[in-house]
Each structure stands twice: as structure tokens, then as C-alpha cells.
């Protein structure tokens, strides 16, 4: 079974480091890229970026470039969400979900022409005083 | 960064037919922009409707299709189903590997 398995919820103070996972497994990791997206409490989804499977290529959306760094780990098929030093607007479920990739001339993008096909089930980031 | 719209909020009776659109602040929505539609029902992560504006997501009813209508991507719902309120949210591809959701629409059908 195709599942992206995120780490568990979080309660931290402002001001600290937090960084969250979400594990792939079922298929082959390296075929698609991984992207974030946030929803704060009862308000939408708000796309923040998206890795290569590799982590050699992030992009950000502007609102969040510099706030948050994405990486990922090939070897254990896993990629992450981290921040230096959290605020308590960044209260919200980080859902991750797979894009598939595609490769021309040697340069690999996330392909534009399909979904975001599986996500995780979200993890729960609480940043309160 | 772009703005996507969305209605916040729409009725259908059950039955009924309804159009949700997704556009762009100060710009055409076409198909250049891939759009998808995700339907989200409380505590659930989203799940894929259509996508790359009108190709149906595995398993998804035939009552869902996508399209461009004017300078907008269109979900509409023909026959609409109590199971289908939920919230429902566009997303464009805006190049260079970025893409935008809409602020979604909250669909009640009664």
C-alpha cells in the first residue's frame, strides 16, 4: 500500500526548533517529489513547497521561502519540515502528499499535468506560550 | 504571490447541479494552469478530484467533472449528494514548480 506516514503531533513554545517527517512507503520514493501544505486552524490549504526526491531541488512559495526549510533523505525515504524558531502563527496541520516527477535533458521538475495524488494524514504543530 | 478565488460558500439541493469556479486576481484561468480540485471533509486530508482541469481522479463519481468556463477552471457537481458538503479547494500550477491553492469553498447541500 502507497501511504506517506507523518510523525506525531507537536506542542512546543515560541521560539524553538520543530522539525516534522513524513515517511514514504509502497512505492518507489525516488519517482515522485514530496510537497507541504498547511492549513491553520478552520482555514484552507496554503502550499508552502515541494523537494526532489533526491533534496537537491526546493521550491518554496513565497510566503514561506525563509520561514520553514524542507529536506529530505533519500536512504530512508523521508522528507522534512523544519523550523528554526517557531511563532505561534505557525499553529496549524502540516499535511505532506507526493507529486509525481518527470526528467527532461538530464533536469528533473515535479510534473505540473497530475495531482497531488497521496498525502499523510497530517501532523498537528500547537505553538503556544 | 498570486491570488486564487474561490466562492467561500454555495448551496445545491440535493439533486441539483452547482458550479464552484476558481480564478485569478487580475489574470485568465486556462488550462496552462493544470488546475486541480480537492474535496476535504472535517478531520480528513484532502483527496483529489479532478485534475489538469478535467481528467477524474481514480474512483471518483461521475457526477464531479472540470472545466474551463470564461477566464475561470469550473468543478461542477450534476446531482448533487448529501455526502458531497464538504469543502472544496482549487490549486494552479503558476510555474517553476510553485503552485497556489484557492481559499475554497464550503459547500452546503440542502
Known amino acids: 500500500e502507497v501511504q506517506l506516514v507523518q510523525s506525531g503531533a507537536e506542542v512546543k513554545t515560541p521560539g524553538e526548533s520543530l522539525k516534522i517527517s513524513c515517511q514514504a512507503s509502497g512505492y518507489n520514493f525516488s519517482t515522485h517529489w514530496i510537497a507541504w501544505v498547511r492549513q491553520r486552524p478552520g482555514k484552507g490549504l496554503e502550499w508552502m513547497g515541494i523537494?526532489?526526491?533526491?533534496?537537491?531541488?526546493?521550491r518554496y512559495s513565497p510566503s514561506f521561502q525563509g520561514q520553514v526549510t524542507i529536506s529530505a533523505d533519500k536512504s530512508v525515504a523521508t522528507a522534512y519540515l523544519r523550523w528554526s524558531s517557531l511563532k505561534t502563527s505557525d499553529t496549524a496541520m502540516y499535511y505532506c502528499a507526493r507529486q509525481e516527477g518527470f526528467c527532461s535533458r538530464a533536469t528533473c521538475y515535479p510534473n505540473y499535468y497530475y495531482d497531488m495524488d497521496v498525502w499523510g494524514r497530517g501532523t498537528t504543530v500547537t505553538v503556544s506560550s | 504571490q498570486p491570488v486564487v478565488t474561490q466562492e467561500p460558500v454555495l448551496s445545491v439541493s440535493p439533486g441539483g447541479t452547482v458550479t464552484l469556479t476558481c480564478g485569478l486576481v487580475?489574470?485568465?484561468?486556462?488550462?496552462?494552469?493544470?488546475p486541480s480540485w480537492y474535496q476535504q471533509t472535517p478531520g480528513q486530508a484532502p483527496r483529489t478530484l479532478i485534475y489538469s482541469t478535467n481528467v477524474p481522479s481514480s474512483g471518483v463519481p461521475i457526477r464531479f467533472s472540470g472545466s474551463i468556463l470564461g477566464d475561470k477552471a469550473a468543478l461542477t457537481i450534476t446531482g448533487a449528494q448529501v455526502t458531497d458538503e464538504s469543502h472544496y479547494y482549487c490549486v494552479l500550477y503558476m510555474g517553476s514548480g510553485f503552485w497556489v491553492f484557492g481559499g475554497g469553498t464550503k459547500l452546503t447541500v440542502l
Open positions: 487580475s489574470a485568465t484561468v486556462s488550462a496552462a494552469y493544470y
Open positions: 523537494i526532489s526526491p533526491g533534496g537537491s531541488d526546493v
